[in-house]
């Protein structure tokens, strides 16, 4: 059965930094690209980051760049954001999902950044 | 930026009847890389069509979009109870890959 499952989501304070894990199982992840979805509660979806199926190519929305990095382990089939300088409005479950048309998504990990 | 406009914001209609989705480009989606997801409350969105009109594994052909360039529709004909839900568009030909602000289709 394909699946990820994200885990490392938490309560943190503005600034922090917070470490999302999401754990691949039931397809070669080494040959699939990979993304960060969120979606803040009661909101739409917004798109976070991309990476290669090599990690070669990696895309961010303006949102999180510069504070975010995506990352990947294909040894280990796991998919990786190190979000840092963490704002209120970072506030949102994450998703990982696989390849661009994104066909398989995780349950999510819920992110809350509040003093 | 691409930006993505769906319409109608809300659709309101009764079980069998049919739905029809827009989601227009702000300009051109290369390859025509667009995808349509459903979402329930509570869930994680699930892929309905990818590249604009193929429909993903296990899809009831009920479900069937159509366009390209900056003019897509999603078609769901006679609505199943199980259909009333949030739909999204989303663009992945060029980055960053955006999302529409949704559709949500609720019974009548």
């Known amino acids: 059965e394909v699946q990820l499952v994200e885990s490392g989501g938490g309560f943190v304070q503005p600034g922090g930094s917070l470490r999302l894990s999401c754990a691949a199982s039931g397809f070669t992840f080494s040959s699939y690209t990979m993304n960060w979805v969120r979606q803040a509660p009661g909101k739409g979806l917004e798109w976070v980051s991309y990476?290669?199926?090599?990690?070669?190519?990696?895309y961010y929305a303006d949102s999180v760049k510069g504070r975010f990095t995506i990352s990947r382990d294909n040894a280990k089939n796991s998919l990786y954001l190190q979000m840092n300088s963490l704002r209120a409005e970072d506030t949102a479950v994450y998703y990982c999902?696989?390849?661009?048309?994104?066909?398989?998504w995780g349950q999510g990990t819920l992110v809350t950044v509040s003093s | 930026e691409i930006v993505l406009t769906q319409s109608p914001g809300t659709l309101s209609l009764s079980p069998g009847e049919r739905a029809t989705l827009s989601c227009r480009a702000s300009?051109?989606?290369?390859?025509?890389?667009l995808a349509w997801y459903q979402q329930k409350p509570g869930q994680a969105p699930r892929l309905l069509i990818y590249?604009?009109?193929s429909r993903a594994t296990g899809i009831p052909d009920r479900f069937s979009g159509s366009g390209s360039g900056t003019d897509f529709t999603l078609t769901i004909n006679r609505l199943e109870p199980e259909d009333f839900a949030v739909y999204y568009c989303q663009q992945y030909g060029t980055s960053p890959f955006t999302f529409g602000p949704g559709t949500k289709v609720d019974i009548k």
């Open positions: 590249d604009a009109s």
């Open positions: 990476i290669s199926s090599g990690g070669g190519t990696i």
């Open positions: 999902a696989r390849a661009k048309g994104s066909d398989c």
């Open positions: 300009q051109g989606v290369s390859g025509s890389y």
